[in-house]
Structures are given as structure tokens and as C-alpha cells.
């Protein structure tokens, strides 16, 4: 996917407010979801009479385009969750088909935190921080074939190549009580912030501010820590892929945060 292309801008996805950390390339905001250990997805309720108060899921999440055998074109980008079949999410799709909509409306944001921003000022306070949030619509996945790939998508998002060695392919029973959804982009928008503290001219100009209060960046960045087998477990190394992927998983996150906390940012007036 050319890294020229990017998400429309609308009055719903549009970043107003300081508009120079606002990013809309679809590869930017596709990995924030993808690098993120945890995404948010929202929805409203089935009635507002009956609850009028909107839902909002911590659930894992997979951006990646499934293209059917055969298919002359390659489907755009979506985002696939799952979950327990029977769960008021997972129904939301097929108890709002009557309304007329290409799917159940929702938001999906991801957030990667990557420091805490110390400023003279505490009004300059800020956080580094890479964000998305994007609006589209759920569908129920009802192929064999997508679901199973999606299925496989977030298992790998979450520690790659662990579909392949762990117990597949699924039951029967494991694909019957676990139902997928694709949520459709509608639109959508990242803001990132990933530079060293910025200061006010005026505190700048005082050396006695300058030489009492501390400016910089505390960097932050998910660390795994050594795995410890299970109870069950038999394997007597720890694989490879599992190893490998916590060394390098750590150290890549460790010196992205590192090295943004240094680069400048804006002028400040």
C-alpha cells in the first residue's frame, strides 16, 4: 500500500486542535492499531429507550485486507475483533439489520504511550504519545474462509507466528462459539506527538527558572519480561519465535522512545 494514500478528511475525523500533529496516511494509522496492545471500540445501545448510555469494549484488534481466491480486486483495509458468539457486540450486527445502515456504526481508537513531557511550565506539560481513532462500520464475517483468516490475523498480531505453533487448526466447537467482525472504514485520523519539550520565549529568556526547574522527557515503552512456562506446560526451551520476538519487541519500542525525546518540535512564540 503506497504511503500516499490517505484517509479523506471530514468534519467527523477532522484534527482541530494543534492540526501539525495530525496524520492521515492509511499505513501511520493501520499500525497504530496494529502496535497497539489494547484498542477501544464504542457503540450505542440497541434502543435509547432502553439505555441510553453508549458502550465502550477494551478488545484486540487487526487492521489487514482479506482478498477472496479469485477476487479481481484487493479489498480495502479493514479492522477485524472477535469475540464470544453470543455476547450483546457480537448480535449487535443482525439485530440492527432493519435499519436501513452498511453495518452497526463504531468507533475503534488506539493509543501508544511513549513518554511524559516535563516543560518549564506544568501549562506546557504534554505526553509523546501516537493515537487513532477510526469510524466505520461492523459486520458480521460470515465467509469460512475470511473468518478463519482473520481469526489467524490476531493471533499473530499478538505474538507473531503463534497460529503455526500452537493446536490448529480450530474445532468445530472453537469456530462455533466465536464469531468475527470486519468494521468497514468510514474515515478516519491519527495525531501523534513525538518530540522534546517545548517552552515559552519568556521562560526561556530566565536562566533562574532554567537553573531550578528540570526539562525533558521521561521515555516510555511497553517492556515484556521473561516468559515463565504455564502449569501444563511440557516444552523444555522456550521457542525461538516467542524469544525473539520479546528481545527485539522491546528493544525497538525502547529505542523509538528514546530517540523521538530528543528530536525538536515546534517553535513556540
Known amino acids: ?17 494543534l492540526k501539525q500533529r495530525a496524520v492521515y496516511d492509511h499505513d501511520t494509522i493501520h499500525n497504530i492499531i496494529n502496535a497497539a496492545p489494547v484498542a477501544h471500540v464504542s457503540f450505542n445501545p440497541t434502543s435509547l429507550d432502553d439505555d441510553p448510555f453508549p458502550t465502550i469494549l477494551p478488545m484486540l484488534a487487526s487492521a489487514a485486507s482479506f482478498t477472496a481466491p479469485g477476487a479481481e480486486e484487493t ?24 435499519d436501513g445502515l452498511p453495518g452497526t456504526p463504531v468507533c475503534v481508537a488506539a493509543t501508544l504511550f511513549d513518554g511524559v513531557v516535563l516543560s518549564l511550565t506544568p501549562f506546557n506539560h504534554s505526553c509523546n504519545y501516537r493515537s487513532a ?8 464475517v460470515t465467509d469460512p474462509e475470511e473468518k478463519l483468516y482473520a481469526l489467524k490475523l490476531i493471533t499473530n498480531n499478538l505474538v507473531p507466528d503463534r497460529w503455526d505453533n500452537a493446536r490448529v487448526p480450530p474445532t468445530e466447537a472453537e469456530m462455533k462459539s466465536t464469531s468475527v467482525l470486519r468494521v468497514d472504514i468510514a474515515s478516519a485520523s491519527a495525531k501523534i506527538r513525538a518530540y522534546a519539550p517545548g517552552n515559552d520565549k519568556a521562560d526561556l529568556d530566565d536562566d533562574k527558572i532554567r537553573q531550578r526547574v528540570w526539562t525533558g ?26 524469544g525473539n520476538w520479546v528481545k527485539d519487541g522491546n ?13 525538536p518540535g515546534p517553535k513556540k512564540s
Open 1 to 17: 500500500m503506497s504511503e500516499a494514500e490517505t484517509y479523506e478528511k471530514t468534519p467527523r475525523s477532522t484534527v482541530n486542535r
Open 75 to 98: 479489498s480495502p483495509v479493514a479492522i477485524y475483533l472477535h469475540g464470544y458468539v453470543s455476547s450483546r457486540f457480537m448480535r449487535l450486527p443482525t439485530t440492527k439489520e432493519d
Open 133 to 140: 481513532v477510526i469510524h466505520g462500520w461492523a459486520n458480521l
Open 217 to 242: 522527557v521521561v521515555p516510555s515503552a511497553q517492556i515484556y519480561g521473561e516468559p515463565i512456562p504455564g502449569p501444563d506446560n511440557l516444552v523444555k526451551t522456550l521457542p525461538k519465535y516467542i
Open 251 to 263: 528493544r525497538s519500542r525502547e529505542d523509538y522512545t528514546r530517540h523521538v525525546a530528543s528530536l
